[in-house]
C-alpha cells in the first residue's frame, strides 16, 4: 500500500543570486556604519541600495550600496553610504567602505577658491604682501612688442643705456582694465563733476599727460584746486578748475539817471 504523505510536495527554494545576498546584507552594512560612526544612535533609517557599476562582473563580483540616513548633530541631510561587495565563490559580503555623504539638502562650505582670485580690490593693507602669479594675464614680459616701451623706442634706448629696466610691464588687457576702471570712476567722464564741467582735462593747462600708449587717454591732475588734484583723470573727464574756465565780466557800476532825495536825514540851515 502506497503512504499518502500529510503535505504536498514543496518546489526547492531558489538558490540566492549574490544581488539578493547584497540586499538583505542590510545589518552587515548598518554595523559597519555604526562602527565607523562610533555609536548606533548616529546611525539612521536604512534609506535604500543601489548598485554600482563593475567592469568584469563575472570575475570581480558585484558591488552593492546601502544608504542610512545619518544622525549625527550638524549634519542634517547628510548619509550614510555602505558599500559592500560579494566575490564569485564567497558565501560572505565584504565591506568595501564606509563614507559620510552629503545629500541635496545637505549644508555644505562654499568651493575652495584659491587666494590670489579671494581677494578684492580695497582688502590691501598696511604691512601685507599680494605677490603677482606667474600667469596673471595683466603682465607680460616687458621684450614683447606690444608693451609699452616698446611703442616708445626712444624711451627704451635711454632706460637700456641707463640700466634702468621692468622684467614684466602692463599687457595689452591690464592697460584695458585699467582705462575701464579710470573711465567708470570718479575722475571719468560719466561723474557728475565732469558732467557740469565748462570744459575737458584733455584741452585743460593743469593736466599732465601719462606716458606710453594711453598718453591720449589718461594724465594726472595738476591743480591744488581741483578735486582730482593728483589722481590719474581720463582727458574726456573735466572739472570747474579748468585753465580755461573764465568768469564772464559783468560791470556792476549802477547809473543813475534821475536825481534821488535822501529823506532819512536833512540839513540844519
Ligand atoms: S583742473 Fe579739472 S579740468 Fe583741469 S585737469 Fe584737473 S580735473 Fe581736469
Redesign the pocket.
Known sequence: MVGVSEHPPTAPSPVPTPSDVLTAAVETARAAAVEVAGAAEEVGEHLGTAREAVPDQGVLGEVLTHTFAAALPGYTGWHWAVTLAHVPGDEHVTVDEVVLLPGDSALLAPAWVPWHERIRPGDLSVGDVLPVTEDDPRLVPAYLADDDAAADPAGMVVAQEIGIGRERVLSLEGRRGALARFRGGE?GPGSA?ARH?P???GD????MPLAGSVRLEL?V???E?????GHV?TTD???????EANLVAVDTTEIQLTPLYNTDTYDQL
Open positions: 575722475y563733476m564741467a570744459g575737458t582735462c585743460c593747462a593743469f593736466l594724465g591732475c595738476a591743480n584746486y581741483a578735486p582730482a588734484d583723470v573727464h573735466g572739472c570747474g578748475a579748468h585753465s
